[in-house]
């Protein structure tokens, strides 16, 4: 367990029905490189699988997983927790549901993937591997949706997050912040969600000018230019080649 890293998010896991064109998307459009890991035992698949690896210089916090079988989770978010069994028990008794029971990813840690009362899908894990929370590829998550904000009870009694309407009043732009630091907020969008809340990454890029470019280029589009990001800076809600939503924040 690593206390710096507990209630933070550390991970994302992109479940992508062709793996090669979202290295190809996020590679040019973030500048990521990627690394292919191979597991003897896959967690996601059964058995042996490749497991690519998404870095930003020597920071890694995103994996990209081929998933073929008529369910699209799009990007998931890892929360780190203390104990991803009592955690799991715990979101079930606040109005969660649990989507895959906790296991074991041999070599990386244990993780369990939830659903919250809205139907945002988050993942949880205790990550036994030396990658720091990663602050070089992605900025605060974005929790979705079309209307209302986060469950609050729920992710205050889960991970002891303080949740506050950034101005001090309504739930647009709600600010999530975990031992002083702010680590998502909320943002309501007109793209049709299925009724369902979703947790979002914002993902850090150089130049969102030149981002934005390559996004038309290498087979996405762009949903919704010119949002503002968490720290009042520009930011744009993007779709990759296979639908999947992102935003693209500025480095600070």
């Known amino acids: 367990m690593n206390p710096e890293k507990t209630g933070r998010f550390v991970w994302h896991d992109l479940f992508t029905s062709d793996a090669n064109v979202s290295r190809s998307f996020y590679g040019g459009v973030a500048g990521w490189n990627f690394a292919t890991e191979h597991a003897q035992e896959f967690a996601w698949g059964g058995g042996e699988n490749d497991f690519i690896l998404a870095l930003a210089d020597d920071e890694a916090g995103a994996g990209f997983v081929q998933y073929d079988r008529g369910q699209s989770f799009g990007w998931v978010p890892y929360v780190e927790v203390e104990d991803v069994d009592t955690a799991s028990v715990r979101a079930q008794e606040l109005g ?102 979703i947790w979002v990454p914002s993902i850090r ?47 600070q």
């Open 96 to 197: 969660g549901t649990v989507e895959k029971a906790p296991f074991e990813v041999p070599g990386v840690g244990r993780n369990c993937l939830l659903r919250d009362p809205k139907g945002a899908l988050i993942g949880i894990c205790l990550s036994r591997h030396s990658y720091p929370a990663p602050t070089k590829q992605f900025g605060p998550e974005r929790y979705v949706t079309t209307s209302e904000g986060l469950p609050v009870d729920f992710y205050r009694g889960l991970f002891g997050w303080s949740i506050l309407p950034s101005d001090g009043s309504g739930v647009e732009n709600q600010r999530v912040t975990w031992s002083g630091n702010e680590i998502a907020v909320h943002s309501t969008t007109e793209i049709h969600l299925d009724g369902r809340a």
């Open 205 to 251: 890029v150089k130049r969102l000018s030149e981002a934005l470019h390559k996004v038309g280029t290498l087979g996405g589009s762009i949903a919704e230019p010119n949002r503002s990001g968490p720290s009042g800076d520009g930011c744009a809600l993007v779709s990759d080649p296979n639908s999947t939503i992102s935003f693209l924040i500025a480095c």
